[in-house]
């Protein structure tokens, strides 16, 4: 496998697990961009990862008066060891949507422009070559609220989920709506679900199930003396369309941003790091140190969490997408304002 071949790895030691049974974490090649960015798009067309839009702070960091600007870059990597090429533009910079790989096709659903959220459903692939846009009469139809920092996944029979995000420009006002369509199907509709039954967030994890997902964590919303802030939360769900929501054991320690959609090997769900919430008071600087990286398992089978080993390069904000094997992923955060262009492999076995 291309996996062996690689020079550059780490192997994560898993407590839990029995040896040689861990994930494997390999570099991909990084981004062009040296700087990297927060919450692109991320999909499969073919045969070939997409990364499109982001947003970072090109100029300065944030805490020297840098200015967060929104990307429309649109990369493809063809092969793990081959390099990125630029691949076109999205119609408008974007970030901080749902990415959902259907068809063949890179679809990306809502996210936010810098000036607020979007109900735009934006379709991407690669042919021969090239990148094509996908006329919007052969897409799903526009989300039915605008919504950004959402979580957005595929189950196995083929169903798309939004759920939760904010419906405003900033973090003011979080949503529980759930929203479903089945993107396969030619003019299906959006139909809204039981919304989630707890605090509605924003940046919850999502993972795809063979009916359903689970959406944990995520970060509700608070405004106090005219101020909003972020409460990290630790509650876990299971929507599962022949029985509805059922909570399932608290996660260890909060967790906002990370990964998403969550990797998933048959009923193991894995979280990769997360913005625990243990440094949200410390101001963004270069002597920040980051973003925990350990990684904890939900076994739905017998439900309950494990910690089963650390992140090499931890990141929040990032997409998580299934390709050639393992689950890559680009770019993200590293500590507030600073991204990264790093790109890794996840192979679970």
């Known amino acids: 496998m291309w996996l062996n071949g690689l020079t550059i790895g780490v192997l994560i030691g898993m407590s839990s697990l029995t040896a040689g049974s861990g994930p494997i974490w390999k570099r991909l090649p990084p981004l062009p961009d040296p700087i990297g960015v927060a919450a692109p798009f991320a999909g499969v067309s073919g045969g070939a990862l997409l990364i499109a839009g982001g947003a970072n702070f090109p100029d300065r960091p944030p805490w020297q008066g840098g200015t967060k ?50 109900t735009e459903v934006i379709g991407l692939r690669w042919h021969r070559g090239r990148s094509e846009s996908i006329p919007s009469s052969a897409l799903p139809p526009p989300l039915p609220i605008p919504l950004a920092n959402a979580a957005g996944v595929l189950d196995r029979r083929g169903v798309a989920y939004v759920a939760c995000g904010t419906p405003e420009p ?139 080993g650390t992140v090499p390069a931890p990141r929040v904000t990032l997409p998580c997408v299934a390709w050639r094997g393992v689950w890559a992923l680009p770019s993200g955060e590293v500590r507030p304002g600073v991204r990264s262009p790093e790109v890794w492999g996840m192979e679970l076995r």
Not at 241 to 246: K, L, Q, T, Y
């Open 170 to 308: 900033g973090e003011r006002v979080a949503s529980g709506r759930v929203f479903a369509t089945v993107p396969r199907k030619r003019g299906a509709g959006w139909r809204e679900l039981p919304p989630l039954p707890a605090e509605p967030r924003i940046l919850p994890v999502i993972a795809g199930l063979s009916d359903g997902f689970c959406l944990i964590g995520g970060a509700a919303l608070e405004s106090r003396d005219g101020k909003t802030s972020r409460r990290y939360l630790r509650d876990a769900w299971r929507y599962a369309a022949s029985r509805g929501w059922e909570r399932l054991p608290d996660l260890p320690r909060p967790c906002v941003a990370a990964a998403s959609p969550a990797p998933v090997d048959r009923d193991l769900v894995y979280v990769l790091g997360g913005d625990d919430g243990s440094r949200a008071g410390q101001p963004a600087s270069d002597s920040h140190p980051g973003f925990g990286g350990d990684i904890l398992r939900l076994d739905l089978r017998h439900p309950g969490w494990s910690h089963i």
């Open 69 to 118: 600007v929104w990307h429309d870059t649109v990369w493809v990597l063809d092969t793990p060891t081959g390099s990125w090429r630029r691949a076109g533009s999205l119609p408008e910079p974007r970030a901080y949507g749902v990415s959902l790989t259907v068809q063949d096709r890179l679809l990306c659903l809502g996210g936010s422009d810098g000036k607020g959220p979007t």
